[in-house]
């Protein structure tokens, strides 16, 4: 039954959260590597070691399936995991695809050819390691002509976030989001491309303006993973036990992440 969720640390969150809402009948086993974390300052051999790591613990907990609700894994990882590390009989999702297939109007699984989509100017704020890795763009370029995506690696969030400083995160955000506005004075739309954004989403929309269509990815992956296990129900796990591991301080992770959700999480060492 158990289905994995892993990200660099407290971010992923936002994604269990909906997908705990949204399936409550699945036990969901949430892996943080808070010890690691950011991974968005790393390069790509350093995140593709840390997240197959992680992955692997997931397995070993008793869940087939695991969700990288983790941008800088899925942009930096996931293709070179599909490639060539991921055991038989398990599968790995990453979190990008369901908020492309947003923005771009389609439904899951349409492989029909790129086209016009109704937004043209898009602003993508994620880590350094996504931004380097033009893994967004890649994707949107599959399905979607004409649209002009301009990034902002937003350094310094995702620590802010991890330390609970989140007056040090407001203030970046809104610095970020000035320094977007500069390369791109009238975006449509703004991808929230890191899953610990959501925790402060409401300072994008208020930096960007009421005018700016913020997608962020927790609804949409619950989304797309409730579409995914009804088609493929044998591929939840033998786990059936929910749990929360972290590769970090589990008093001081279970701290941190009580305030993010507002109710009380424990977590345990991984
Ligand atoms: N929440 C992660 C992401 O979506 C990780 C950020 C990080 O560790 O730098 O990118």
């Known amino acids: 039954m158990a289905v994995g969720i892993f990200d660099s640390g407290l971010g992923g969150l936002t994604v269990l959260d909906a997908c705990q809402k949204r399936l409550p009948e699945v ?104 931004v380097a890795s033009r893994a967004f763009q890649r994707e949107l370029a599959f399905r979607a002509i004409g649209v002009d995506v301009e990034a902002q690696a937003c350094g310094g969030v995702v620590d802010a976030i991890e330390e609970g400083d989140m007056i040090l995160a407001e203030a970046l955000v809104r610095s970020h989001v000035a320094a977007l506005k500069r390369k791109m004075p009238t975006p449509e739309a703004a991808i929230l491309g890191c899953t610990h954004y959501p925790l402060v989403q409401e300072v994008f929309q208020d930096a960007l303006g009421p005018d700016v269509a913020v997608y962020s990815q927790a609804d949409l992956v619950a ?15 033998p786990g059936e036990v929910p749990m929360f591991l972290t590769t970090g301080d589990p008093a001081r992770v279970s701290v941190h992440a009580t305030q993010f959700l507002r109710r009380k999480i424990d977590f345990y060492a991984a």
């Open 27 to 130: 036990p969901f086993v949430y892996l943080g590597d808070n010890a690691h974390t950011p991974y968005g300052v790393r390069d790509a051999d350093d995140i593709y070691d840390l997240t197959t790591r992680c992955t692997d613990r997931l397995f070993q907990a008793g869940c087939d399936l695991v969700i990288l609700a983790c941008n800088t894994a899925s942009a930096a990882a996931l293709r070179r995991m599909q490639e060539a590390w991921i055991p038989e009989g398990k599968r790995v999702l990453g979190v990008f695809v369901p908020l492309i297939e947003a923005l771009t109007e389609r439904q899951w699984g349409d492989n029909s050819p790129p086209r016009e989509v109704a937004v043209k100017h898009v602003a993508l704020f994620a880590t350094p390691a996504t």
């Open 223 to 237: 989304a797309s993973l409730a579409d995914y296990l009804d088609r493929y129900p044998d591929r939840r796990g």
